[in-house]
Structures are given as C-alpha cells and as structure tokens.
C-alpha cells in the first residue's frame, strides 16, 4: 500500500474483516443504510465502468448480509429508490432565469438540481431512517451538506482529488463525515488526515467471474477511450505474435474510428459491449489479459475481474494497479507505455499456473471481502458517532 504522504502524521488504516470488534451497539443489528450512487450512468448491466459494477455489487452484497439498503442512483438503476436520487422528477428554470448570463448548460443543472433535491430531502425527517449514508457520488454537494444531515456520512474516494470535491471537503473541515479510498494510491492522494481516512480495496464477483480454461489469445477489456489506450494492447499483441480480442463500450467514437477500428482484423476482433457472464467467457477462454492505462488508475477493477476467471494479468505500473498485481505467480507489471516489455512479457504470463491465479483473486480480491470491510467499517463510525453523543450530552 502506498504510504501517506509526508506530514500527514500516523497512516491511514486499511480496513479488513479481520479487524471487526465485538459488542458495539450495532454489532448484530441489521444497518439501515442510504447509498448515494454515481448519477451519470445507470447501475444496471452492462455496465458503464468499474464504478458502476463496484457500487452495484458492493449494494447487493449488503442486501445479501441482510442489510437494509435504500440506492439513490441514476436513472434506470436497479432497485433505486423510485422518488429521488436521481431519477425523479427535474426542474426546469423559468425563461427569466434561463436568460441570465450566469445559466449553466442544462446537464449540469440537471445534476445539481437532482443532488440538491435529494440531499435536502436526507438532511429531513427521511435521513432519520438511516444509520449511515454512504457515498458514492463524483459530485460535490453530498460532501458539501454532509453536515446537516442527521446521520453520518462515509464517502468513498474513486477518484484522485478534484477541486469541486476538494473544496467542499475544505470548506468544512472535520464535519463532512470519514472516507474510504479504493486503494492506497488514492489515499495518498487526498490531503485528509489518517484518522478520518481509510483504505478498503475494491473487490469483485468470482462467483460470476469464474475460472476458465484459457487458450492462445490475449484479451483486453474495458471503456474504449484514449486514457485506457486499447491501442497499445493491440502493439503489444502483434509484437508477441498472438491474437487479441477488445471488449467494451466504446465511449469515444473519434479515437475508435481513428485509432482501433483501421487495426481491426482476423488477428484483432471488437466484440463489444459484453455483459458479465459474456465478457467472463471470453477472458476465461484467454492465455493473459493486457492492461494498458495511459491514467493512474484509481484500482484496476479488470485486473481482478481476469485473475478471478484464472488468467494472468500483463499491466502497466499505474495507479493502483500493483497493489492488485504485486506477485509474478499472478502476473507482470512493466513500465508505463512500454509496449516492448509488455510483449516480451508475454511468453512467461501464459505459462503461470492458473488455478493461483484463481486462488490469489479469491483469497484478497472478492466482494466479499469489500461488503465485510465497509460493514466493520460502517460500525466503527456508528460507535465513535454514539461515544461523541455522549461526551456532548
């Protein structure tokens, strides 16, 4: 895990099920718990990104513990609460309103105006329903009004900071709730100190992310978009001499028309937007998945999803990635943008044995693991939310 950076006192702390402690108030009760979703893209398959299907597992796996669980989630969502969040009803300015100079462009007003809605609507008689709101919105208003919701607030980091979310978190600064970062390069982002700062680690489905029996092509999956540089997977795989499938929405239609689709061929196929179920065939059936990020990302989401169906990972040195993709039984880190490497990599990862690869995922990479670290994480606020009720009362 990367470490705080210097200054910033004691380290944050990594939350593990391990750490659970009995006899708190909440510690066998069910939790009544709000989730605030991202708002741009429906939580549903097939799934726009790794912050959709993480937020849309980590829900049902509460559910699944027998948590009470209300989502407020982009339109379309699965199981989103029906009246707000954001999918209910929008606001429209005036024409007097909508002529002055200061009018944004209506998606962004759309969004503050259903973030604004629904956290009003928490900050009332509804957010007493709640032991906990837990927050995965990119926008600023939930950190922003945090402090006058009756309830705690944790708020999951995805991202490296941005100054929307910087500000708010600055503007009010001790009252907006703990946080938990995906990884420990994210933590180490945020300028926040350890004591409301933690790190639970993405995690994901091996129950659909299956084991596979591998074969001779390379895979490569996710968003189609120049920071993700499919590009640079298929270089990689005409170096090594082995075929290579992309699977993924693609989110950019200039870079693909531009930089994939000419490269298209026998050797190189486009399935896609493939749901889970497909896109686990398909890198289950794969000898190594190429990850080839020109961003640091946050986690690495595909990283798990290939070495929970047994198949070994080939990855730039970005982000949080290594901390997913830390032992050569499971696969290699190279250089960042070094399609060289990447391809000389390439005859050792398709002989790792795959049913480690399976295990590794299994043992430090599952859902499970994620949904038992936010629980223990939630009852430590909740306690220290009661002690501080008390030493005010």
């Known amino acids: 895990m990367s470490g705080p950076r210097e200054g910033r006192g004691a380290p944050m702390s990594r939350v593990t099920p391990a750490e659970t402690v009995p006899g708190r108030r909440w510690g066998r009760s069910p ?28 829900v049902r796996g509460l559910r699944d513990d ?36 200061s009018m ?25 329903s709640f032991d906990l709101v837990h927050n995965h919105s990119l926008h600023y208003l939930p950190l922003a009004m945090a402090p006058t ?31 938990a970062a ?14 409301v700062l933690h790190v639970v680690p993405n995690g994901v489905d091996t129950h659909t992310w299956q084991p596979g029996p591998g074969g001779r092509q390379l895979v490569w999956s996710g968003r189609i978009v120049p920071e993700k540089a499919p590009h640079l997977a298929i270089e990689a795989a005409r170096r090594a001499g082995l075929p290579l499938v992309l699977a993924g929405p693609v989110h950019d239609r200039d870079y693909f028309a531009a930089t994939i689709a000419p490269h298209l061929g026998p050797d190189v ?12 065939r398909v890198v289950g059936r794969s000898a190594a ?46 250089a960042p943008d070094d399609v060289a490497a990447m391809a000389a990599a390439v005859p050792r990862v398709v002989r790792l044995d795959r049913h480690t690869v399976r295990r590794h995922a299994v043992r430090h990479l599952s859902i499970e693991r994620t949904v038992m670290a936010y629980v223990d994480l939630y009852r430590r606020i909740l306690a220290g939310a009661t002690a501080e009720d008390h030493l005010t009362a």
């Not at 919701?149 to 907006?176: D, F, I, K, N, Q």
């Not at 486009?270 to 896109?279: E, F, I, M, P």
């Open 104 to 128: 944004p462009e209506a998606g962004f007003l759309t969004e503050h105006h259903r973030h604004l809605r629904l956290l009003l609507a928490l900050g009332g008689p509804m957010g007493r």
């Open 269 to 280: 196929l486009h399935l896609g937007h493939l749901t889970r179920a497909q896109l686990a």
């Open 182 to 195: 995906v990884s420990g390069f994210i933590a180490a982002e945020w300028p926040l100190p350890p004591e």
């Open 289 to 334: 998945a190429l990850v080839t990020p020109q961003w640091d990302e946050p986690y690495g989401l595909v990283v798990a999803e290939a070495m929970a169906c047994g198949t070994p990972v080939i990855a730039f040195r970005r982000g949080g990635i290594a901390e997913a993709l830390h032992d050569p039984d499971v696969g290699e880190l190279v």
């Open 31 to 58: 939790l009544r718990l709000a989730v605030i979703g991202p708002s741009r893209h429906p939580l549903r398959e097939p799934f726009a990104g790794g912050l959709e299907s993480l937020v849309w597992h980590l």
């Open 149 to 179: 919701l009756p309830v705690p607030m944790l708020t999951t980091l995805h991202t490296p900071p941005t100054p929307w979310l910087e500000s708010a978190v600055h503007a009010a600064p001790g009252r907006v709730g703990a946080f």
């Open 66 to 101: 027998g948590h009470d669980v209300t989502l407020f989630a982009a339109d379309g969502s699965d199981g989103a609460h029906p009246d707000y969040g954001f999918a209910g009803e929008d606001w429209t300015p005036s024409a007097a309103a909508s002529r002055d100079v």
